[in-house]
Nanobody
Framework: QVQLVESGGGLVQAGGSLRLSCAAS????????MGWFRQAPGKEREIVAG????????YYADSVKGRFTISRDAAKNTVYLQMNSLKFEDTAVYYC????????????????WGQGTQVTVSS
């Protein structure tokens, strides 16, 4: 099993930036890709971005394209989410997730989750 630990959340003013980190441990070799999801109060969880461990494929939700960047450091088993030009509507709990196959990656069907980190953007 893969274990995921997020860090880097916090309070930021609109227009500001934050970088989230997700450290993976355990059976990381079984993971095909990593992703970031978020869940705002009263809303369903939604995918924000995804990245494969091998190769260059990435995915971004339309709402964050051009503002957020997902990246990885395979040597550190760590995935990052750089968030720029933050908006009030980006406020949510952000979750790191892992997925074990290409099919599930493209279906956004992640099955391993971190505990979440709060991101609050003040307007």
């Amino acid at each position: 099993q893969v274990q995921l630990v997020e860090s880097g959340g916090g309070l930021v003013q609109a227009g500001g930036s934050l970088r989230l980190s997700c450290a993976a441990s355990g059976r990381t070799f079984s993971s095909y890709a990593m992703g970031w999801f978020r869940q705002a109060p009263g809303k369903e969880r939604e995918i924000v971005a995804g990245i494969v461990w091998r190769g260059s494929n990435t995915y971004y939700a339309d709402s964050v394209k051009g503002r957020f960047t997902i990246s990885r450091d395979a040597a550190k088993n760590t995935v990052y989410l750089q968030m720029n030009s933050l908006k009030f509507e980006d406020t949510a709990v952000y979750y790191c997730a892992a997925v074990g196959s290409a099919v599930d990656y493209y279906l956004h069907n992640y099955n391993v989750w971190g505990q979440g980190t709060q991101v609050t953007v003040s307007s």
